[in-house]
């Protein structure tokens, strides 16, 4: 057990809806990570938090946003949901945003788009 | 940018064999490397990680050096057992660019 939780574990919708996924990360970590990981694109970077505070973006679709609360958990939304969006979307979380810190995985999301 | 190549699966190996699953990175400063596993229907965990060049990280049997010279991080094992079936992630972060950069991952299956 890495200490990230997520939920929902499994998240079927349709085409066309808006879904929101949360993370809490490890008790004292002030970063967290979102990566989705599909078949044909496997491991890619979303969007990274530190502190509240958006602090890089990667491979994230406009249709896609995020935050993260004061309380430190952060939520991933997707909206306008394509069949292509379904994958598996991990959450990850650091003691501080240096690369030489280890990122602890959350179990994941599967997001599966009908 | 920053880009891992990792060696490509599906691996299988019998109990007790030796294993060495291959990467190599490109990166535009000095970053850290990281090896991590995923089991049938998990997360990713964390197996090693290496800071610097020549940094050998090591957990559960498994090991890894940061050779920068060759730009590699391969992975080894002396002796797999089947409870190492699994996909291999490398992966590497980077000074002001902490985001993971993964391969492609390598599928291991050990059969007894």
């Known amino acids: 057990d890495s200490g990230v939780t997520q939920t929902p574990k499994h998240l079927i919708t349709a085409t066309g809806q808006r879904v929101t996924l949360r993370c809490s990360p490890r008790?004292?970590?002030?970063?967290v990570y979102w990566y989705q990981q599909s078949l044909d694109q496997g491991l890619q970077f979303l969007i990274q938090?530190?502190?509240?505070?958006?602090?890089a973006k990667g491979n994230i679709l406009e249709r896609f946003s995020a935050q993260q609360f004061p309380d430190l958990h952060s939520e991933l939304n997707l909206s306008s949901l394509e069949l292509g969006d379904s994958a598996l979307y991990f959450c990850a979380s650091s003691v501080a945003p240096e690369h030489t810190y280890e990122q602890y995985f959350g179990p994941g999301t599967r997001l599966t788009v009908t | 940018g920053n880009s891992v190549t990792q060696m490509e699966g599906p691996v299988t190996l019998s109990e007790e064999a030796f294993l060495t699953i291959n990467c190599t990175y490109t990166a535009t400063g000095y970053p850290s490397l990281f090896w991590y596993v995923q089991y049938p229907g998990e997360g990713l965990q964390l197996l090693l990680k290496?800071?610097?060049?020549?940094d050998k990280g090591s957990n559960k049997g498994f090991e890894a050096t940061y050779r920068k010279e060759t730009t590699s991080f391969h992975l080894e094992k002396g002796s797999v057992q089947v409870s190492d079936s699994a996909v291999y992630f490398c992966?590497?972060?980077?000074?002001?660019?902490?985001?993971?950069?993964f391969g492609t991952g390598t599928r291991l299956t050990i059969i007894p």
């Open positions: 992966a590497l972060s980077d000074f002001g660019n902490e985001k993971l950069t």
């Open positions: 290496a800071t610097k060049a020549d």
């Open positions: 938090y530190y502190n509240g505070e958006e602090r």
């Open positions: 008790s004292g970590d002030l970063s």
